[in-house]
């Protein structure tokens, strides 16, 4: 498996604040670009996609329509491809030179169609995906992430204690494979408050060799 450069993921438990966390990040890049360059300093995205295998994959999650695991399993895979490769995809941006940052990428995959589909399925499906060049990983008790997770509304399909227990020991046996395949993994605290969470995520993008280019 092969690493874009440039291209940094956030994971983590459902909870464990990937989206506040690349909010901030994108606030902090706001107004900010390489003098060298017109592009775009930073590109902040997710998957699921707003796209349309994101939108129904959403109504999974959501409880809307109910699919076979194995078959969400592919959507994420070709949601996951478009994201790649499609239009304006994360691919085509790094090699031009922008900084992208999304909020779960591919070990989301083998951790919850992991759980759901076992570990042979999702594997096969994203064999092929390159990694990305830094994998931040939110690092949070699942009972805090359940008392957070309380304070927003209605739960999505995965939301549930027991199921987030297993997320948590997922993630962790799957953090070293990345590692030895030579993604720079930094795992953060994320029980730390907002702010404080924030420098840490700082300070782990600000390792990557794109920073060099002055934006700041
Ligand atoms: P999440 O980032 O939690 O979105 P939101 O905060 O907007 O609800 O992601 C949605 C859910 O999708 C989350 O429970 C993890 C799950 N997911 C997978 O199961 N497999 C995947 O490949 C990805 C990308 C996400």
């Known amino acids: 498996m092969f690493i874009i450069h440039n291209f940094a993921v956030f994971e983590g438990l459902d909870g464990s604040g990937t989206t506040t966390q690349l909010r901030l990040l994108a606030e902090r890049f706001a107004g900010h670009s390489p003098p060298d360059s017109p592009l775009p300093p930073f590109f902040e995205t997710c998957e699921p996609t707003g796209g349309p295998v994101g939108r129904l994959i959403r109504s999974v999650l959501g409880g809307e329509i109910s699919l ?7 959507l994420f895979a070709a949601d996951r491809y478009e994201h790649l490769y499609g239009k304006d995809g994360i691919a085509g941006r790094c090699a031009r030179g922008e900084l992208v940052v999304s909020d779960r990428y591919l070990p989301s995959s083998l951790v919850y169609q992991g759980i759901t589909c076992g570990e042979e399925l999702p594997r ?17 008790d699942p009972q805090i992430a ?17 199921f987030q227990v297993k997320v948590r020991e997922r ?3 799957l953090l070293p494979e990345y ?21 840490l995520v700082w300070r782990a993008v600000q390792k990557m060799p794109i920073m060099n280019r002055g934006y700041f």
């Open 68 to 74: 076979e695991p194995a078959a969400v399993a592919g």
């Open 146 to 162: 359940q008392e957070r997770l309380n304070a927003r509304n209605g739960r999505e399909i995965y939301e549930h204690l027991d």
């Open 179 to 199: 590692a030895e395949a030579g993604v720079r993994v930094e795992c953060v605290d994320a029980s730390a408050g907002i702010g404080e969470t924030a420098e």
């Open 171 to 173: 993630y962790k046996a």
């Open 124 to 140: 096969r499906l994203n064999a092929d995906f390159p990694l990305p060049e830094l994998l931040l990983f939110f690092d949070l």
